[in-house]
């Protein structure tokens, strides 16, 4: 089968991965232009754009698909199906209609629960105890299309970043899958998504992932675990800021008081309104990641208490 992918960051180049291990021709890829991804102002390919051009995959570069120059390229690869991961650009009719077999997406979520932008963060943010993998027929509604395949997995303490891995590598195998029946003109049951249990995964917003002393010590905890370079989980800790790699809820029979610091038996615990949290990773601004414990060895008196802790703006 001709497949032309559609897709942009890691999660989309794990499928796209899976697609050129497939009996299926790629015969062209589409991810957004080069962009600024780091603070040396570089423009950076995207891990699709740079997969694709590994394995001598033709690339089209489009931050939107509603120009006619963007509608021509695409008809004059021939396709007989769009495969879309996490691309990051709405699809107009004209081209949803286009090839024979319609535009598949591969979605993180259990739909209809977190149609949207960030549906592995909203999981994990909500407490959901699972999530998973659809593989849906596109139509012009936000992720409304009937779903032929559905994964599952449980979200346990497993960070945002490793669980978008999982489903990455679940989904395009769930995506293979979905072609071959298709490619044999076998039946594909499409099963219509239900009218309830419908949720939103709004984008994430900038510092909406940061923690303060005065939120309960779940959601921070949360936070944490949905976080990711991206979309960082900071605070300051004795006057220094923060990234909070990796976190945990603290036993029960610790207590630190609300906006208090302790390091106690090697261990680094942060006070919260109800709970504490414990630190394991971190990463002080403009160095690289480290345990909580060296960097708890940098800040004089700790030993002492008398140590705060605060929001990012104070």
């Not at 006619?68 to 695409?74: F, H, K, M, N, S």
């Not at 992720?143 to 945002?160: L, M, Q, R, S, W």
């Not at 419908?198 to 010590?217: I, N």
Request: proline share 4%; aromatic share 4%; glycine share 8%.
């Amino acid at each position: 089968m001709r497949v032309v992918f559609m897709g942009t960051p890691e999660f989309a180049q794990t499928i796209l991965e899976a697609l050129i291990d497939s009996n299926h021709e790629i015969v062209g890829v589409v991810t957004r232009p080069d962009a600024v991804r780091s603070r040396g102002k570089k423009l950076i390919s995207s891990p699709v754009k740079q997969c694709a051009l590994d394995h001598d995959i033709s690339v089209l570069e489009y931050s939107s698909l509603r120009s006619d120059e963007a509608y021509e390229a695409l008809a004059a690869l021939n396709a007989d199906v769009f495969c879309v991961a996490a691309y990051g650009a709405i699809l107009p009719k004209r081209i949803l209609e286009m090839p024979h077999f319609g535009c598949l997406n591969v979605h993180g979520s259990l739909l209809p629960r977190w149609r949207g932008a960030a549906p592995i963060e909203r999981a994990i943010l909500a407490g959901d105890e699972q999530t998973g993998i659809g593989i849906m027929r596109m139509e012009e509604g936000l992720d409304t299309g009937a779903v032929a395949k559905t994964c599952t997995v449980d979200i346990d303490n497993i960070p945002a970043t490793e669980l978008s891995h999982i489903l990455a590598l679940q989904g395009g195998s769930a995506l293979v899958q979905v072609l071959d029946v298709l490619e044999s003109g076998e039946l594909l049951e499409w099963c219509p998504q239900p009218n309830d249990g419908v949720t939103y995964a709004e984008k994430l917003t900038k510092g909406e992932l940061d923690l303060s002393p005065d939120m309960p010590s779940l959601e921070a905890k949360r936070c944490v675990q949905a976080s990711s370079e991206h979309h960082p989980s900071r605070c300051v800790v004795a006057g220094k800021e923060l990234t909070v790699v990796s976190a945990s809820l603290a036993d029960s029979d610790v207590t630190v008081d609300m906006g208090q610091v302790v390091f106690l038996a090697k261990r680094l615990y942060i006070g919260f309104e109800d709970g504490v949290l414990e630190l394991r990773t971190v990463k002080p601004a403009g160095k690289k990641n480290m345990d909580a414990k060296a960097f708890a060895a940098g800040i004089h008196g700790i030993k002492q208490g008398g140590i705060c802790w605060s929001s990012i703006n104070g």
